[in-house]
């Protein structure tokens, strides 16, 4: 359930301590422990993801529970293709490392991209569970889905998943896909994975039940519901009630992860959260987009708002909403899916899909076309280079193809990346870094390469931690709360006194009391002197009050040396609020040239004015 | 939906141009304008419901599309009982107001309380809805709501609803008890009113509409999920694909109610709306308690939060996070819930129960014991004042009871508030009141007296705006004001200096004591040097002040490169202001034609405004 909550996940000593309270809830007979994007944000937080896998399935073994982790068939833990080598080789590792399942995904279904994977897996001790991506349009239809996991399963698939990541999976759907697959597969095991986003989701558990699926995928406060998956709790009663024998949750345990969760999201998962993920929304059915997108969404439409209401402005047309605006992407994307052959929306096609609505949005907002700028990860989405969509290309972009002099391709995707291992081992040789327990190293380095070196260098945890203190700075900026921004907030509605020059600040010279700057609330009529700045010479610069009124804060401290253009203390500019008796005492009392200084001088002029 | 969203529903002017969207949705056969806390909160506002009333009602029913409301059986539109009187005048009135049909809930159950209204409805020509209040317990069975529906159509209740407020009733118990009545009467509508909370709802809205329902209640964004109903688009989705025939929806008159709606939400509905409204949570399921009340459940909360801390502080015990005092509550609910005979958790008796553990919570937290504090109102619903509760009360409330002299009782509850509208038509004639068109400012009186003459003074309206201006202003701290935001609103007062070139800025040229831009508060004339721009070429352009007054803030500093345009920085326009001795070294000094640059040439006419 972390995998769906925003950017990061939990490190490994937050795992560890979590682990032992999932156990305790005693409902689970499998846990997702890593894949997908996990691998990649444990590096990007600058941990090993090695040590981060071995951590948290370690526990969940011993306690007899199955543990699994997501991968995208060709393009493995990444967002884009894998030479097979490589590809073989993580089965290898995350075996080693205690992974007992995984769920092959690929983002168009084309199984000539995940039957490799199948195989690899076998070979490694893993149990293979090919993955259906779920999604609704009239070429996925049940027959589809049935003819696909018959493929899957003939290739050496021990297990189906439903992958209904955007959660539009129709309930009634499910239910005849997982039918079909149990009539035909009476012995495969069946998993249902559904996003709850546009609300469908525990109905599509009801179905699946009662169709015979075997697990469901659920998840618990406060990373349940919201764009996330429905919570066990609801899941057990509801199943319950319906007849069906599920274990009971130890609510004590529950309550447990719970709390460690959030205390988890404190910390840092929730400053990469997007808000809108706690939040269903069924407008996200039109669209078919998953709802974790929401967030990345979001950011790229405030990019594109500001340059179009510009746009509109110069033109003298109304401006647009944020709001208008994503309904504007989301009826974007249900129009152009159907041209682009209904790749599902996932990852990494979902993005593909969402860059080029976005930018036809954008191009179309400023009185342009739609497909002016389809970026080069997208045509070959649709040239075929990642496997074939599930439908028709659109003539219109066949035709845009030609006149661009791309080619379509119908070859098996793979056969463009050829093996590279070797080189990753070379580069380690160099390095002088050792492939680690397993070659688990060896292989971080060939999946990530880049974001491993930035791990390895200290580079990436150095730029996390920047990051989260920035994103810290923020929320409490937003909240208002912290000594700093309140300080901020106050000095900028207050005047700077900026030093006219360079040297030792004297406030006052009270031998007999002991100098010091004045108190906050001290008043100065414009043109008295403020205090003295001494340069290394012996010679006394008057600071004069440019402006009248009281002294709201000092920043340099008696005695501090300054250089000319900083800050000394911030006034507030209100001559007029002094009272009438101050003002005659304050004023142009203390000019350097009109009174000489002694020992017992004292620069201040409201110390004067309160005698 | 907006009944179930927060405080306050949308005003008469907001729910006039609402209507017509709703209408063009196309897709709904009736659609609830009153009732509940409408007409409550409307007085609250001060404003006039009867007016709100008509002014919604009307434009659904010219549109063909029957309107409804909710009403409390005994309680009418309040939280107590009412005259009988009162309730058979409040079926006239809403029925002249434009209202078709009327849902009558009994929070108890107790026929006794239902029975009374459906006469008066049918009497008055309203559609009389039966209600059954769902809940989950060992006495809320099947057959415990199939009687009690056959109950209510016996005695001419001509729609049962199931009101499932909490959205606990498990879906397949919903579709069992929907079969059940169709079964046993299939000409009667039925209608499944569910909220999302727990996350059952939208699969038993499945089952329900499997079983026979006629009639869903759905809600549109931003007001569906978290804690309020399904959305509209995600149920249609659902029913067509499970081979139900459901009416198109107009998406863009969709668009349109929602962007209505949310513009209610920005002007001053959200300000009364809990957060936690917008999110589903399991933990709901095992207290029972309506989602809607989690807004006052957790003020209540902070209440005691710090007494019990501060309980605990001095006893040298851990103090308890809030988050742990809920579960805490939710956990004494669920003990309580079958002391107390299982009272559905509907208004009131959900306020009843909830507090009767917020209470125990409160006493046992700080060392004291269960049930020290239960107030009048909830031993009213223990003894069976306001109704039979559904079981039986545990034997340490009887005792209890008996110890403090307490009586049950099994009276009709109505026979305790006899007939009163005559006492209200006296006070009308006192205050020189109109009773209105269909004797509609009567039943507000006798219905809400306190309220309606807050209403009628003014007073409510004054308080209510007073709230509402408090609330804002507390939101705009809370999302705190930010340092940019402080020096924008200053900057606007002021006069920006801007570059009449690009090039460096040099404000002076002091090889001694180095150079700086000038002191906020420095004072220039009009026509006076201000600084110079240095393009590369060599050659300085003077920049002149072209308003007299001081410098407020610097905006390019010593050395800065700015671009022709750019603001420099900002002054007042105040050049009145200056004091006289000022006005004539500031003046006009330091055009660089004047007078020829040296090491000491000091270009800020300040610096020597000081001497």
């Known amino acids: 359930m972390f995998q ?27 846990v997702e422990t890593n894949g997908g994007a996990f691998e990649q944000v444990q590096l990007l937080a600058g941990e090993n993801p090695n040590q981060a896998v071995r951590t948290f399935t370690k526990p969940f073994r011993e306690a007899g529970i ?71 349009s009239p070429v996925h239809t049940v027959d589809y889905y049935a003819t696909l996991a018959d493929t899957l399963i003939e290739a050496g698939a021990e297990e189906i998943c439903l992958k209904d990541m955007a959660g539009i999976g129709r309930p009634t759907v499910i239910g005849q896909i997982v039918r079909r697959i149990k009539e035909a597969h009476p012995d495969i ?66 309550m447990q992860v719970r709390t460690l969760t959030q205390e988890f999201v404190d910390d840092f998962l929730g400053y990469y959260i997007n808000e809108q993920n706690l939040q269903c929304s069924s407008l996200l059915i039109g669209c078919g987009l998953p709802g974790g997108m929401m967030g990345s969404m979001m950011s790229d439409l405030q990019g594109i708002h500001e340059a179009i209401n510009m746009f509109h402005r110069q033109k003298g047309e109304p401006e647009i909403s944020i709001d208008d605006l994503m309904v504007k992407l989301f009826d974007e994307v249900a129009h152009i899916w159907p041209k682009l052959g209904y790749p599902p929306l996932v990852t990494p096609y979902s993005q593909y899909t969402k860059n080029i609505a976005l930018m036809n949005v954008f191009n179309m907002e400023r009185g342009g076309e739609r497909w002016q700028a389809i970026d080069e990860k997208a045509w070959g989405m649709i ?100 000594p700093e921004e309140v300080r901020a907030l106050k000095r900028a509605a207050w005047t700077a006194v900026t030093a006219p020059a360079s040297g030792q600040i004297l406030w006052e010279i009270n031998l007999e009391e002991g100098s010091a700057a004045p108190q906050v609330g001290t008043a100065y009529r414009r043109g008295s002197c403020l205090c003295e700045i001494c340069p290394s010479g012996g010679y006394r610069e008057p600071v004069t009050a440019l402006v009248g009124g009281r002294i709201r804060e000092v920043v340099a401290d008696q005695g501090a040396m300054v250089r000319k253009g900083d800050v000394i203390c911030y ?18 009392l203390h000019r350097p040239e009109e009174q000489p200084y002694s020992h017992r001088e004292v620069l201040n002029p409201s110390t004067r004015m309160g005698r």
């Open 383 to 482: 040239l075929g280079k990642n496997g074939r969509v599930p439908g028709p290309v659109a003539e219109e972009l066949r035709t845009l193809a030609e006149e661009k002099g791309l080619a379509f391709t119908d070859a098996d995707p793979q056969t463009n990346y050829p093996d590279d291992l070797d080189r990753f081992r070379r580069m380690m040789d160099e390095e002088g870094w050792d492939y680690g327990e397993d070659d688990e190293e060896l292989f971080e380095l060939a999946m990530h390469e880049p974001q491993y070196r930035d791990y390895r260098s200290g580079v990436a945890k150095e730029r996390f931690l920047e990051d989260l203190e920035q994103k810290r700075a923020e929320r409490a900026a937003l909240r208002g709360t912290t």
């Open 571 to 588: 006034m507030d500019d209100d001559e007029e609020s002094l009272p009438a008796e101050e003002k005659p005492v304050g004023s142009a």
């Open 189 to 254: 095991v069946i998993e249902y994975h559904g996003h709850i986003g546009p609300g469908f989701s525990v109905a599509s558990m009801l179905e699946a039940a009662r169709a015979g699926v075997d697990i469901l995928d659920t998840a618990v406060e406060p990373l349940s519901w919201g764009k996330i998956h429905p919570d066990v709790i609801t899941i057990r009663e509801m199943l319950r009630a319906d007849g069906f024998e599920v274990p009971e949750i130890n609510m004590k345990a529950y």
């Open 4 to 30: 769906s909550s925003g950017k990061y996940q939990p490190l490994a000593h937050q795992l560890e301590r979590v682990a032992p309270a999932i156990i305790d809830m005693d409902c689970f007979s499998r």
């Open 66 to 136: 199955k543990t699994h982790m997501l991968d995208r068939a060709l393009n493995a833990l990444r967002m884009y293709p894998c030479p097979s080598d490589v590809r073989r080789l993580m089965y290898k590792v995350k075996h080693a490392q205690g992974v007992d399942i995984t769920r092959i995904f690929d983002g168009l279904n084309d199984p000539r991209n995940v039957i490799p994977s199948i195989r690899y897996a076998k070979e490694a001790g893993m149990t293979p569970q090919g993955t259906l991506c779920i999604t609704h």
